[in-house]
């Protein structure tokens, strides 16, 4: 079984100050873990990927997020907002076994002030 | 490549009514799924295959029914649609369900209102 929390359901901040998207999961296997946003009216654009290589991983428009095992948390990252980074926010935990499938946080709506 | 293709956009069933949901990939992938997204909840599986002839249930399989005669297509039919099947479905397609960590494509999604 797996199951993904996404801590925040709205985070809001200011135009070029950080951002914290936070992601914890649980899975029976090792687990490929993914972020997707979604901007509106639109589909899902893959960000990054962990996919038990590198704990930090880079992404697209200067995300990343790190993997932490011990921490079962997969929290998304990026050091200063663009009012273009609006939207909302998927992290996806997907295993080894059973149906394969992607399991989905409820998401994160992220909001920039200007 | 076109990538994963959904139609309708957009579509308003009465209650009872059937329809069916298309959708195709043109990049030979293996895998294809269906989601349904619903406010709060994130995306939910309903049904995927893992290849032509080869489907299972997801998560919310309940009114829906799928098929897979080809590697491109994966359409998705609502058998007598209900209010609660209101929401926005996107179809998904990856490499291969062997193999972890395949990112999956999604279509542009259909946004479909039973009333």
């Known amino acids: 079984a797996q199951s993904v929390t996404q801590l925040d359901s709205h985070v809001s901040v200011s135009e070029g100050t950080p951002v914290l998207l936070r992601c914890n999961y649980s899975?029976?296997?090792?687990?490929?873990l993914f972020w997707y946003v979604q901007h509106p009216n639109k589909g899902l654009q893959l960000l990054l990927k962990y996919t038990s290589a590198a704990t930090l991983v880079k992404g697209i428009n200067g995300f990343e997020a790190e993997f932490k095992k011990s921490e079962t948390s997969f929290h998304l990252t990026k050091p200063s907002a663009h009012m273009s980074d609006a939207a909302e926010y998927f992290c996806v935990v997907r295993s080894g076994g059973g149906a394969d499938g992607l399991t989905f946080g409820k998401g994160t709506h992220l909001i920039i002030q200007p | 490549n076109a990538g994963v293709t959904q139609t309708p956009k957009f579509q308003v069933l009465k209650t009872g009514q059937s329809m069916t949901l298309q959708c195709a990939q043109d990049m030979n992938h293996e895998y294809m799924s269906w989601y349904r997204q619903d406010p709060g909840m994130g995306l939910r599986l309903i049904h995927y295959s893992v290849g032509a002839g080869i489907t299972d249930q997801g998560e919310v399989p309940n009114g829906y029914n799928v098929s897979r005669s080809t590697t491109e297509d994966f359409p998705l039919r609502l058998l007598s649609a209900a209010p609660s099947q209101t929401s926005v479905y996107f179809c998904a397609s990856s490499y291969s369900t062997g193999s972890r960590g395949y990112e999956q494509y999604f279509g542009p999604g259909t946004r479909l209102t039973v009333t």
């Open positions: 899975s029976s296997y090792s687990p490929s």
